[in-house]
């Protein structure tokens, strides 16, 4: 059964430093991994996805490396700003018939003015 | 429509009522997905339609849980009788269904989800 973990569960820091969120999952057998935000009251936003043959996806200040064989994700947020505040979750899609996403409980960052 | 639309977006009931939640996927998308986000948990995975069909009912946290999908687009996720324990946050996406080399490209996009409150 695949199980994935976020650390930490909250982060703080002042605006305009650089951070790294972490992600593991137990089972290395996945076709992606994805992160997205969550916003209080609103749904998901896909951020980055990173496919299982890939190690690395970057969007803007975000960048988000795979570790495939060590079961391992981070998301590295560069420069952070106040509305950059909000829930991180990773997940990662490990195949079957049901295509289902298996989640980490989240990190709820808050970046200080 | 834009985006995956769910109604309501709040929903109070009392315990042992019935709820229907809905969700509206992105035009086109032939999967669609529900998954529930309990207070301090992570989201759980509930129950994934191909079309009008659900391969896999696993998911579903008990037989008071049931889902339909119509015309590859409208899914109504019902919950009888309901319970404390089923209050949460109830999420559904959309993707298109990519299949062989290409599923590893399978972004589901995500409905801003129905908060659901049972007394």
């Known amino acids: 059964k695949q199980e994935v973990t976020q650390i930490p569960a909250a982060l703080s820091v002042p605006e305009g430093e650089n951070l790294v969120l972490n992600c593991s999952f137990t089972d290395s057998a996945i076709y992606n991994l994805q992160w997205f935000r969550q916003d209080p009251g609103k749904g998901l936003t896909s951020l980055l996805l990173?496919?299982?043959?890939?190690r690395e996806q970057t969007s803007g200040r975000l960048n988000a490396s795979l570790d495939k064989s060590s079961g391992r994700s981070t998301l590295y947020i560069a420069a952070s700003q106040p509305g950059d505040s909000a829930t991180y979750l990773c997940?990662?899609?490990?195949?079957?018939?049901?295509?289902?996403?298996?989640f980490g409980k989240g990190t709820l960052l808050t970046v200080n003015p | 429509g834009a985006g995956v639309s769910q109604s309501p977006s709040n929903k109070v009931t009392e315990k042992g009522k019935d709820v229907e939640l809905r969700c509206d996927p992105i035009s086109g998308h032939t999967a669609l997905y529900w998954y529930r986000q309990r207070l301090g948990q992570g989201l759980e995975f509930l129950i994934y339609?191909?079309?009008?069909?659900?391969?896999?009912k696993s998911g579903l946290p008990s037989d008071r849980f049931s889902a339909e999908r119509t015309g590859e687009s409208v899914s109504t996720l019902t919950i009888q009788r309901t319970q404390q324990e089923d209050s949460a946050v109830y999420l559904c996406?959309?993707?298109?269904?990519?299949?062989?080399?290409?599923?590893?490209?399978?972004?589901?996009?995500f409905g801003a989800g129905t908060r659901l409150s049972v007394l």
């Open positions: 339609f191909q079309g009008n069909s659900a391969p896999d």
């Open positions: 996406a959309s993707s298109l269904r990519l299949a062989g080399g290409e599923r590893a490209k399978n972004i589901q996009y």
């Open positions: 997940a990662v899609e490990s195949g079957g018939s049901n295509y289902k996403l298996t």
């Open positions: 990173i496919q299982s043959s890939q």
